[in-house]
């Protein structure tokens, strides 16, 4: 149904009454204007911005402006996975909102926000009570940080990619068994859809063949997960990590059930990207832990400099 909406929209159907489907297929060739993966005729591509702009759907209206302004502003949306990749060396927090509810999901975002997170993670517990609404309803609630969408499957690589990307995320996530093939084709949605892609690690495959075939694939980062059972009494991520900053040149994220009073975090050299969430979800002020582990991820960064 996308593919025919997609047709008719290129066709420059002046009956095809506006839907969800109609929308999603807009946006999708809009965000391909803007990240110059189609070119189309110019009157053509203003037919569709103008449609976009008066679009219901406040992410379709926003995609357009951004189409509209891209020549003026010489803006790149690519520089999505460039800034991601930048992230190597640095320093950097990501807030995983490890919730079931919506509502507090939503706060601790805002929370995030004002604390000036670098991050946002919607994590699969969310997607799975909301859907991939749950992404679009963080991201209009966080519309200038980037948002993290967790796919827990990396199966269908190249549809999770979509399914998150149409919704409002900035990075996709995919977690689970994964084949180059499959991630292949998630790099190239990745790359028409103007998203970063980063992969989660499961430890049997931390190896230097492995991470060098992922690594071609073009993905734009790692990331090392941790089941929430094992606790902050397992050190493997920040080991995983450090294996895997030794074999790649990308940035690497790690989630590990950790607080402010982890020393082997802020001790460590081996992570980019620190994935806080169950500690920010459980707590009773989630706004203040969130300005602490803010202040000292920042921290960490300054001294770093040189």
Not at 4 to 17: M, P, V, Y
Not at 121 to 127: A, C, S, T
Not at 195 to 202: E, G, I, K, N, S
Not at 259 to 271: N, P, V
Request: hydrophobic residues 45%.
């Amino acid at each position: 149904m996308k593919l025919l909406a997609r047709i008719r929209l290129l066709g420059t159907d002046s009956c095809l009454e506006a839907s969800a489907v109609v929308n999603d297929a807009l946006f999708g060739l809009l965000r391909e204007l803007r990240t110059g993966w189609i070119a189309l005729p110019p009157d053509l591509e203003q037919s569709l911005v103008a449609r976009g702009e008066s679009s219901a759907h406040w992410l379709t209206t926003r995609e357009a402006r951004a189409t509209r302004r891209r020549y003026a502003l010489h803006a790149d949306i690519g520089s999505v996975r460039e800034q991601y990749r930048r992230r190597r060396g640095c320093r950097s927090l990501q807030v995983a909102l490890d919730v079931h509810s919506l509502d507090r999901a939503i706060t601790i975002a805002r929370a995030a926000v004002d604390a000036g997170t670098d991050f946002i993670e919607v994590g699969d517990p969310l997607i799975k009570r909301s859907g991939v609404a749950a992404i679009a309803a963080i991201k209009r609630a966080a519309p200038d940080t980037t948002v993290v969408a967790e796919m827990m499957s990396a199966d269908w690589g190249r549809d999770q990619v979509e399914l998150a990307a149409e919704v409002g995320a900035d990075v996709v996530l995919l977690i689970g068994p994964a084949s180059t093939a499959s991630v292949s084709a998630a790099v190239t949605a990745a790359r028409r859809l103007g998203v970063a892609l980063v992969l989660d690690t499961p430890r049997a495959h931390v190896n230097a063949a492995w991470l060098r075939d992922m690594e071609r694939t073009g993905i734009d980062g790692f990331v090392v997960t941790t089941n929430i059972d094992l606790g902050v009494g397992s050190d493997h991520p920040l080991a995983t990590a450090r294996t895997i900053r030794s074999c790649s040149q990308l940035p690497v994220a790690v989630s590990g059930g950790f607080s402010t009073a982890d020393d082997e975090l802020t001790g460590s050299t081996h992570w980019d990207i620190a994935i806080i969430g169950r500690s920010i979800a459980d707590a009773v002020a989630p706004a203040d832990l969130v300005y602490q582990l803010t202040s000292i991820v920042r921290k960490i960064h300054a001294k770093e400099r040189p």
